[in-house]
């Protein structure tokens, strides 16, 4: 059963105080708990200062599996919303007895672009992650259809009750636990073989709050609930009128959840800061069951973690109140090509944006066009907008440069004047881009990108890993031509190279400030996000193959990775083996991040890989590969 609530806008209201959603007013109370011990709150004061529980969390075929009577009790305190759902591919496999051919044509086809997978309690962006256990495949013959990795059981939660009592439950009950928004999850955060998975896609509600205050900062405000996605807060952002917040670019993340508490950036970043930049409090659930708020005036180290620490390891976020501007914000952006291919190159339609034609030039021409586009990058990020610049092999030594820029508020003659200098030295590579116009669109448009481009799970897993690249490069063009080779070099193994510009520096984030984040010291220096991908699947690669696969791909990271020692990489959108993940991901941060985990967490409830304090634990895979498709145990010695 789903529970399907609508979104919430709510009037404009003055003053602050006690910012609760509804949902947020239902909570676990003790005479609920009563005899049911299995869902009593955890005591911070008592808990022992280092883990002292069982090395493995439960799994279904153990003897201390809870009960089918302790489930329907939990079912009960939840009002129904326990969920035990089955993998959606089993519909594609004849053994099964969800098998049915006409459903399996619609996961590979109309379902891939519709709310689908969005809306199902169990299915990611990514399947390799979970382990790969039942693909949607036309045909399956020799393949077989589990539950592997995906978690047994699921509170679809509709208040703060559900999500204090799946916390408690999987506390005492030795379960693991797993937290999924709407399955933006490049690493399988929110998989978990036998575990209870707590799902809050559907907590929805935004208000927009003219007169905020807090500490030093007074003025509009926004709360948002955690299953908010950004064209909802669009939709309520273009019925409000004069009023701007932070959203991600994908307009089917959920902005309340892992996008915020990892970073979160989007078309605003360089002008306005990270998702997280703008939190100026947070409702979370901790691992003991407690519901608490955290800002600079109360449980401020919690605040600093929520606020760039990663997703699924210090608590649950039912809501948060973030910064708002009281402004109508159009972005203006224009895309254009160049390709070494021969014939006709069709042209997508680039976020509304015009694209000119493209011009066809021959290899050096490509890549000398590409290094000054790399040089103009800065230009963007230091003028408030975001760039996108993408190198697509096309076989044959034949390759794809797609290029947009976006800036917001920009006058039009401003914008023609800001963007020219970029084609003239184009031209000056010998790709002369023709008559390239511009246009601009509201940044907050009613009804823009209900569902996701594409969602088709399965057969869009990549390999990929990512770099950011310092503000230093383009102090010094040796080392940022020696990036452009690296990057070539890339392409011509047939990778695909995508880079997008952007800048959160300490200044732009503003208060409450860089020094109260978890943020990644180094994406404060950054000019660009550089991914580079495998174009094929690796979800049905075998484990040796996968592992030839990655390692091929890490060494050519490792070329960006020495030309670029002093950053690091994006939390949200990183290798799963990324060395020295801590360093990587959170940089100086990270022993606080550490003190805070082991603070508010002494049960170590929470576990996603490659989160604060997860290098204490491993998943038992029998291929030994990098998935949740095993039980979760802690590392001997």
Same mark, same amino acid.
């Given at each position: 059963m789903?529970?399907?609530?609508?979104?919430?806008?709510?009037?404009?209201?003055?003053? $602050?105080?006690?910012?609760?959603?509804?949902?947020?007013?239902? #909570?676990?109370?003790? #005479?609920?708990?009563?005899?049911?011990?299995?869902?009593?709150?955890?005591?911070?004061?008592?808990?022992?200062?280092?883990?002292?529980?069982?090395?493995?969390? *439960?799994?279904?075929?153990?003897a201390d599996w809870p009960s089918e009577e302790l489930w329907a009790r939990l079912n009960t305190t939840v009002g129904g919303s326990l969920l035990k759902p089955y993998p959606v591919g089993a519909a594609c496999y004849p053994d099964r007895p969800e098998y049915n051919s006409t459903t399996c044509s619609y996961l590979l086809?109309?379902?891939?672009?519709?709310?689908?997978?969005?809306?199902?309690?169990?299915?990611?962006?990514?399947?390799?992650g979970e382990g790969a256990t039942c693909l949607q495949l036309h045909n399956t013959t020799g393949r077989t259809c589990t539950q592997g990795g995906f978690p047994v059981y699921v509170v679809n939660a509709s208040s703060v009750r559900d999500v204090q009592a799946a916390v408690n439950f999987a506390r005492n009950q030795n379960l693991r636990l797993v937290i999924k928004n709407t399955g933006h999850d490049f690493i399988a955060k929110s998989s978990?073989? +036998?575990?209870?998975?707590?799902?809050?896609?559907?907590?929805?509600?935004?208000?927009?709050?003219?007169?905020?205050?807090?500490?030093?900062?007074?003025?509009?405000?926004?709360?948002?609930?955690?299953?908010?996605?950004?064209?909802?807060?669009?939709?309520?952002?273009?019925? #409000?009128?004069n009023i701007t917040v932070v959203l991600s670019l994908e307009v089917?993340?959920?902005?309340? +959840?892992?996008?915020?508490?990892?970073?979160?950036?989007?078309?605003?970043?360089?002008?306005?800061?990270?998702?997280?930049? #703008?939190?100026?409090?947070?409702?979370?659930?901790?691992?003991?069951?407690?519901?608490?708020?955290?800002?600079?005036?109360?449980?401020?180290?919690?605040?600093? !973690?929520?606020?760039?620490?990663?997703?699924?390891?210090?608590?649950?976020?039912?809501?948060?109140?973030?910064?708002?501007?009281?402004?109508?914000?159009? *972005?203006?952006?224009?895309?254009?090509?160049?390709?070494?291919?021969?014939?006709?190159?069709?042209?997508?339609?680039?976020?509304?944006?015009?694209? !000119?034609?493209?011009?066809?030039?021959?290899?050096?021409t490509f890549w000398k066009a590409y290094r000054a586009y790399l040089l103009f990058a800065k230009e963007?990020?230091?003028?408030?907008?975001?760039?996108?610049?993408?190198?697509?092999?096309?076989?044959?030594?034949?390759? $794809?440069?797609? +290029?947009?820029?976006?800036?917001?508020?920009?006058?039009?003659?401003?914008?023609?004047?800001?963007?020219?200098?970029?084609?003239?030295?184009?031209?000056?590579?010998? $790709?002369n881009v023709r008559n390239p116009n511009h246009a601009f669109l509201p940044y907050a448009q009613r009804g823009i990108g209900?569902?996701?481009?594409?969602?088709?799970?399965?057969?869009?897993?990549?390999?990929?890993?990512s770099r950011l690249l310092p503000r230093g490069l383009w102090a010094n063009t040796t080392r940022l031509d020696a990036v452009a080779a690296v990057n070539r070099r890339n392409a011509e193994m047939g990778y695909r190279v995508t880079t997008r510009a952007y800048g959160?520096?300490?200044?732009?984030?503003?208060?409450?400030?860089?020094?109260?984040?978890?943020?990644?010291?180094?994406?404060?220096?950054?000019? *660009?996000?550089?991914?580079?991908?495998?174009?094929?699947?690796?979800?049905?690669?075998?484990?040796?193959?996968?592992?030839?696969?990655?390692?091929?791909?890490?060494?050519? *990271?490792?070329?960006?990775?020495?030309l670029t020692p002093e950053s690091g990489t994006y939390f949200n959108e990183a290798d799963v083996l990324e060395p020295d993940w801590q360093r990587s991901f959170w940089g100086h941060h990270y022993e606080r991040l550490l003190k805070v985990k082991r603070a508010v967490d002494p049960w170590q409830l929470f576990w996603a890989p490659n989160t604060v304090g997860s290098e204490e634990w491993e998943v038992v895979t029998a291929d030994g590969l990098p998935t949740q498709n095993g039980p979760l145990c802690r590392k001997a010695g």
């Open positions: 789903r529970i399907s609530q609508p979104l919430i806008f709510l009037s404009p209201v003055l003053g $602050v105080g006690a910012l609760n959603f509804q949902y947020e007013a239902t #909570q676990l109370t003790e #005479q609920e708990i009563g005899d049911f011990s299995a869902i009593s709150f955890g005591n911070l004061s008592s808990a022992p200062s280092a883990y002292q529980g069982p090395r493995c969390k *439960i799994q279904p075929e153990d086809g109309p379902a891939t672009t519709s709310r689908f997978f969005m809306d199902d309690p169990l299915n990611a962006l990514t399947t390799w978990g073989r +036998g575990a209870l998975s707590v799902w809050t896609h559907f907590l929805k509600g935004i208000e927009f709050l003219p007169e905020y205050s807090m500490d030093e900062y007074k003025g509009p405000a926004a709360r948002m609930s955690a299953g908010i996605e950004a064209w909802e807060a669009q939709n309520a952002m273009a019925d #409000q009128g089917t993340v959920g902005n309340g +959840g892992g996008w915020v508490l990892g970073g979160g950036h989007g078309p605003l970043t360089s002008l306005r800061g990270l998702g997280a930049d #703008q939190v100026l409090s947070l409702n979370v659930v901790t691992a003991d069951g407690r519901f608490v708020t955290a800002d600079l005036n109360q449980n401020r180290d919690l605040f600093f !973690a929520l606020r760039g620490g990663g997703g699924g390891t210090f608590g649950i976020v039912t809501s948060m109140v973030v910064k708002a501007w009281p402004e109508r914000t159009n *972005i203006g952006g224009l895309t254009f090509y160049f390709t070494t291919g021969p014939g006709q190159v069709t042209i997508p339609s680039s976020r509304g944006y015009p694209a !000119a034609a493209p011009v066809h030039v021959d290899t050096e963007i990020v230091d003028a408030g907008g975001f760039g996108f610049g993408d190198v697509t092999p096309q076989g044959n030594d034949t390759y $794809v440069f797609v +290029g947009t820029i976006t800036l917001p508020n920009y006058p039009s003659d401003k914008f023609r004047a800001f963007y020219t200098p970029l084609f003239n030295a184009l031209r000056e590579a010998g $790709v209900v569902t996701p481009i594409s969602f088709p799970g399965a057969a869009a897993d990549r390999l990929f890993i959160p520096s300490g200044v732009v984030a503003g208060y409450p400030g860089n020094t109260t984040s978890a943020v990644n010291p180094a994406m404060r220096d950054m000019v *660009i996000h550089c991914v580079t991908f495998k174009q094929e699947p690796v979800d049905v690669l075998p484990a040796e193959q996968f592992r030839a696969e990655h390692l091929r791909l890490r060494a050519r *990271i490792n070329e960006l990775v020495a």
